[in-house]
């Protein structure tokens, strides 16, 4: 399995729950009004249509976990900060699993 791992360049998962341990921020790129409807404790909301005005206030280093209703804004959010140098970027996918996952 390592060996079809490296051939195809996959990663292991990210561990979630270390990586928020690990100082990690949540930034869930959904709408204002989605994220005043539900949202994980302590995150940030930056909607993916602002995530380039708003990258500025993110540390280039820091963990970051992306989420959104299903994963498919964070994973092109992820793509975006990944551009512009963030070398700890992850798509942590719809907000409601993740936040299973983190507890």
């Not at 996959?10 to 990690?24: E, G, H, R, S, Y």
């Not at 204002?32 to 995530?51: A, D, M, V, Y």
């Amino acid at each position: 399995m390592d060996f079809l791992r490296k051939l195809f360049g996959i990663k292991p998962k990210p561990d979630f729950k270390a990586l928020v341990n690990d100082k990690a921020v949540i930034i869930d790129v959904r709408s204002k009004g989605e994220f005043n409807r539900g949202h994980i404790r302590n995150s940030i909301c930056i909607p993916l249509e602002r995530i380039n005005q708003e990258s500025h206030k993110l540390k280039k280093d820091q963990p970051i976990i992306l989420c959104c209703r299903s994963g498919s804004r964070s994973g092109m959010a992820r793509r975006l900060l990944q551009q512009k140098g963030y070398t700890q970027v992850y798509n942590g996918g719809g907000w409601m699993s993740l936040q299973n996952k983190i507890k």
